[in-house]
């Protein structure tokens, strides 16, 4: 097996770290907003990241609630569709 390049680890790290930055502003988002939660498109507007390719608007936002909610991190109230940090 090779060894990745020094460049590919550093692409690796880079990527970490923006995600960890991306899920820490969703996370202000939620403890801004207090117990009564946010949807996926207010996350996603206010934090301008709400946008995507045609017909997929809305993915990053919940792409990165579903990496946080696998982490135990954020629940979504399934009745009202609302996302708030985990109890």
Same mark, same amino acid.
């Given at each position: 097996? =090779?060894q990745? =390049?020094? %460049?590919?680890?550093?692409?690796?790290?880079?990527?970490?770290?923006a995600?960890a930055m991306?899920? *820490?502003?969703v996370? %202000?988002?939620l @403890?801004d907003?207090g117990g009564n939660? #946010? *949807?996926?498109?207010?996350?996603?507007? %206010?934090l301008?990241? /709400?946008t995507g /390719?045609?017909?997929?608007?809305? /993915?990053?936002?919940r792409?990165? @609630?579903?990496?946080?909610?696998g982490e135990?991190v954020?629940?979504?109230?399934?009745d009202?569709k #609302?996302?708030?940090l *985990?109890?």
């Open positions: 097996m =090779t990745p =390049t020094e %460049r590919a680890v550093q692409a690796y790290e880079d990527a970490q770290r995600m991306l899920k *820490s502003a996370y %202000r988002a @403890l907003a939660g #946010l *949807s996926n498109a207010q996350i996603g507007k %206010r301008g990241i /709400h /390719h045609k017909g997929h608007e809305g /993915h990053i936002p792409t990165l @609630l579903a990496i946080m909610e135990h954020v629940e979504q109230d399934t009202r #609302l996302w708030r *985990s109890r």
